[in-house]
C-alpha cells in the first residue's frame, strides 16, 4: 500500500533553523507512512504554480502549514494615514503562499494542521479562532518534544485517514466524474440553518453516519461549525440533493426546500 500524500505548504529555507524544522516534519510525516509533497521542493511541474499546486492537493489528503519568518522589518506603518495608523516595529512575516495554500486546502476540506514559528505577525489563516489547530513553535526547540505537537498530530492524522477513505468511497461511487450544476447559495445557507437549529449534535452524528459521511472528519469543535462544513462537503461530492431527499424521508416535518 502506497503512502498517503500530504501537502506541504513551506517557503525556501534561508538558514538552518529552518531547514531543520521541515527535515524534522518531512521525517516525521514518512515515519507515520504519510509522504509530504511540496511544490518546488519534491514536486516539479512546467505549469503556473497554482496550476501545479490545485492539481498536487487533488491527490493528497490532507495540509500542514508551516509558516515561519521569510521578511524581517525593521520598521514599519500600519494603515497609514488613516487615524488606526500604528508605527511597528520588528515585525516578521512569512512567506504569502502559506496564505494562499492554507486556503486552498480549506476549500478542498483538508484537515489542516497549521504550525506558526513564534513572533510572526498573525493574520488570516494563521490566526487561532478558526476550525483548525494553530501551533506556535520556537524556532530553537525540538518540535517533536513537545507532548502537544505529538498529540495534535496524531488526532489531525486520524482525520487525514478518514478524509482519504471518504474520498476513495467517492471514486468507487464515481461521484466525482459527474458534473453538476452548482447549488445556489441562498439553499446552502438555508440547509446550514436546519442542520444547526434542528438537529441536536447526536442527530447530526447519525445523519453523517447514514449519509456515510465521517462524522469524526467535520472540522469544528461547535455543532453549528460541524453543520456548515457536513454541508460543504456534501456540495464539493454533489450530494446536496441527496441530503434533501433523505431529510425529506426522515425527517418530514422539516423545511428542506426554500419556499418563496
Not at 521578511?71 to 515585525?91: F, M, N, P, W
Not at 497549521?114 to 530553537?140: A, C, F, Q, R, S
Not at 486520524?158 to 439553499?187: C, D, F, I, M, S
Request: hydrophobic residues 40%; charged residues 20%; contains cysteine.
Amino acid at each position: 500500500m502506497s503512502a498517503t500524500k500530504i501537502f506541504l505548504s513551506v517557503g525556501r529555507t534561508e538558514n538552518k533553523q529552518h531547514q531543520q524544522l521541515v527535515e524534522t516534519i518531512e521525517q516525521y510525516l514518512q515515519m507515520n507512512d504519510l509522504l509530504p509533497q511540496t511544490v518546488g521542493r519534491t514536486y516539479f511541474s512546467s505549469k503556473q504554480p497554482l496550476v501545479a499546486i490545485k492539481e498536487l492537493m487533488h491527490e493528497c489528503a490532507g495540509s500542514i502549514i508551516m509558516a515561519y519568518e521569510r521578511t524581517h522589518l525593521v520598521e514599519a506603518i500600519d494603515k497609514r494615514g488613516s487615524t488606526q495608523e500604528a508605527h511597528l516595529q520588528g515585525l516578521n512575516l512569512p512567506t504569502v503562499w502559506n496564505q494562499i495554500e492554507a486556503t486552498m486546502a480549506y476549500t478542498l476540506g483538508h484537515p489542516l494542521l497549521v504550525v506558526v514559528e513564534d513572533g510572526l505577525k498573525y493574520e488570516g489563516l494563521l490566526e487561532t479562532g478558526y476550525d483548525w489547530y494553530v501551533m506556535h513553535i520556537k524556532p530553537n526547540e525540538s518540535l517533536l518534544a513537545s507532548a502537544e505537537f505529538k498529540g495534535v498530530f496524531a488526532d489531525w492524522k486520524r482525520r487525514v485517514l478518514a478524509y482519504q477513505a471518504q474520498q476513495e468511497q467517492q471514486k468507487q461511487r464515481g461521484e466525482t466524474a459527474v458534473p453538476q450544476p452548482q447549488v445556489p447559495h441562498n439553499l446552502l445557507v438555508h440547509l446550514r440553518q436546519v442542520l444547526a437549529d434542528r438537529f441536536s449534535p447526536g442527530d447530526l452524528q447519525t445523519l453523517c453516519f447514514d449519509l456515510k459521511v465521517p462524522y469524526e472528519n467535520l472540522s469544528g469543535d461547535e455543532h453549528r461549525l460541524k453543520a456548515l462544513n457536513l454541508i460543504q462537503t456534501l456540495e464539493r461530492t454533489n450530494r446536496i440533493d441527496e441530503l434533501i431527499a433523505f431529510g425529506q424521508k426522515i425527517r418530514p416535518d422539516v423545511p428542506w426546500q426554500l419556499t418563496g
